[in-house]
């Protein structure tokens, strides 16, 4: 029983009718303040009250947290941003998806991984004789002069030939792709200048050995030791440095060639049905991811050694037919395609596309002798 309840309590009141008028209406603005106050209190903003105690606040982190995890309203706590990722040897450029036809992703995704194979029978003749110009099927071929003459003639600006029109006694590179230095000169009869310059097949023979060339015939292996897609001149003492390395152990010092080198080991390793091994394919991935789109290199306009005859078709992928123009370049094919390809420096000039730079519809290494990505300047 409370103290109201007694009944002398109950009696007092009764007989004190101004207490009773007085006390119930002042009892009840308190009443209401009491309540605003617990109100006001409860949905403060007030950082001072966010001053807890130790044990409080774990006490409310913890509900909080089983709080979050129940709601369906409660933000995630956020996720620390990925890292870039390294494309894998199933990866490409598109998070996956192949390369498109035409580029040297795509003919990279085509290629098969294997490992190296010994080195056992390797020797330089196991490829034909050196610079054989009876090697059949390339533009230069059985032309009276040697595969390294050919390539002098090709590479080498103001040079200067025999009168026999064969033999390049002296010329300039203008632009030598693996270092990225310019003017580089060649002079065959000044031991100072006769070795400035090294036939560098971009292939390495040794590296074409381990990886699949000891399964081709002699004529297979001599025709890739004198194509002009895996032949360039460059600065004899990288050559040198590289020497039978693949393109996981060796690039290039000049980077902005890195690209169009990957393009041409590609090419070459197609043409030829070679391997590429798992360490080579990361590589060439990490190179290629900095230029999705780079082409393909393009073989010799002459070349009757199509070996394979898939090179530029990744797999699951159908090539798109391409209408050839009378001038040697490749029209926008009907379905709204830029699909352009210029046989030789000639049909670009003819379709006012000269220069031709790199990214540029049609361009190809092959119109880029220099590699310094401006090709038929």
């Given at each position: 029983?409370t103290?109201?309840?007694?009944?002398?309590?109950?009696?007092?009141?009764?007989?004190d009718?101004?207490v009773?008028?007085?006390?119930?209406?002042?009892?009840?603005?308190?009443?209401?303040?009491?309540?605003l106050?617990?109100?006001?209190?409860?949905?403060?903003?007030?950082?001072?009250?966010?001053?807890?105690?130790?044990?409080?606040?774990?006490?409310?982190?913890?509900?909080?947290?089983s709080?979050?995890?129940?709601?369906?309203?409660?933000?995630?706590?956020?996720?620390?941003?990925?890292?870039?990722?390294?494309?894998?040897?199933?990866?490409?450029?598109?998070?996956?998806?192949?390369?498109?036809?035409?580029?040297?992703?795509?003919?990279?995704?085509?290629?098969?991984?294997?490992?190296?194979?010994?080195?056992?029978?390797?020797?330089?003749?196991q490829?034909?004789?050196e610079?054989?110009?009876?090697?059949?099927?390339?533009?230069?071929?059985?032309?009276?002069?040697?595969?390294?003459?050919?390539?002098?003639?090709?590479?080498?600006?103001?040079?200067?030939?025999?009168?026999?029109?064969?033999?390049?006694?002296?010329?300039?590179?203008?632009?030598?792709?693996?270092?990225?230095?310019?003017?580089?000169?060649?002079d065959?009869?000044?031991?100072?200048?006769?070795?400035?310059?090294d036939?560098?097949?971009?292939?390495?023979?040794?590296?074409?050995?381990?990886?699949?060339a000891?399964?081709?015939?002699?004529?297979?292996?001599?025709?890739?030791?004198?194509?002009?897609?895996?032949?360039?001149?460059?600065?004899?003492?990288?050559?040198?440095?590289?020497?039978?390395?693949?393109f996981?152990?060796?690039?290039?010092?000049?980077?902005?060639?890195?690209?169009s080198?990957?393009?041409?080991?590609?090419?070459?390793?197609?043409?030829?049905?070679?391997?590429?091994?798992?360490?080579?394919?990361a590589?060439?991935?990490?190179?290629?991811?900095?230029?999705?789109?780079e082409?393909?290199?393009?073989?010799?306009?002459?070349?009757?050694?199509?070996?394979?005859?898939?090179?530029?078709?990744?797999?699951?992928?159908?090539?798109?037919?391409?209408?050839?123009?009378?001038?040697?370049?490749?029209?926008?094919?009907?379905?709204g395609?830029?699909?352009?390809?210029?046989e030789?420096?000639?049909?670009?000039?003819?379709?006012?596309?000269?220069?031709?730079?790199?990214?540029?519809?049609?361009?190809?290494?092959?119109?880029?002798?220099?590699?310094?990505?401006?090709?038929?300047?």
């Open positions: 029983m103290a109201a309840d007694h009944p002398a309590a109950r009696s007092a009141h009764a007989e009718p101004v009773t008028r007085l006390t119930r209406p002042a009892l009840a603005p308190l009443a209401v303040a009491a309540v106050m617990a109100v006001l209190t409860g949905c403060t903003d007030d950082p001072s009250s966010a001053k807890e105690s130790p044990t409080s606040a774990a006490t409310a982190t913890a509900t909080d947290t709080s979050a995890a129940e709601s369906p309203l409660a933000s995630p706590s956020p996720s620390p941003s990925p890292s870039p990722s390294v494309p894998s040897a199933s990866g490409s450029p598109t998070g996956g998806t192949q390369g498109r036809p035409g580029t040297a992703w795509a003919a990279l995704e085509a290629l098969t991984v294997k490992g190296r194979a010994p080195m056992t029978g390797y020797d330089r003749n490829f034909g004789t610079w054989d110009d009876a090697v059949g099927g390339f533009s230069y071929s059985r032309n009276g002069c040697d595969t390294r003459n050919d390539l002098l003639a090709r590479d080498l600006q103001r040079e200067v030939v025999e009168s026999n029109g064969c033999v390049v006694d002296s010329g300039v590179l203008a632009y030598d792709p693996y270092s990225g230095d310019r003017n580089y000169y060649f065959k009869h000044d031991n100072d200048y006769a070795t400035d310059l036939a560098e097949h971009i292939v390495a023979l040794g590296n074409a050995w381990v990886t699949g000891q399964q081709l015939s002699a004529a297979q292996r001599a025709a890739l030791a004198n194509d002009p897609t895996n032949l360039m001149l460059v600065n004899p003492s990288l050559n040198r440095q590289k020497g039978d390395a693949d996981a152990t060796w690039l290039p010092p000049n980077k902005q060639f890195r690209c080198y990957a393009a041409r080991q590609i090419r070459v390793k197609a043409q030829y049905h070679l391997w590429v091994t798992a360490p080579e394919r590589a060439m991935e990490r190179v290629l991811v900095t230029c999705p789109g082409p393909l290199a393009q073989p010799d306009p002459q070349d009757g050694h199509q070996v394979s005859a898939d090179v530029d078709r990744p797999a699951s992928t159908t090539p798109q037919p391409v209408q050839q123009a009378t001038s040697g370049a490749a029209q926008p094919s009907g379905n395609g830029a699909a352009v390809s210029y030789n420096c000639d049909a670009v000039r003819a379709a006012g596309a000269a220069p031709i730079h790199r990214g540029d519809p049609g361009y190809g290494s092959h119109l880029d002798r220099d590699g310094d990505g401006s090709g038929c300047e």
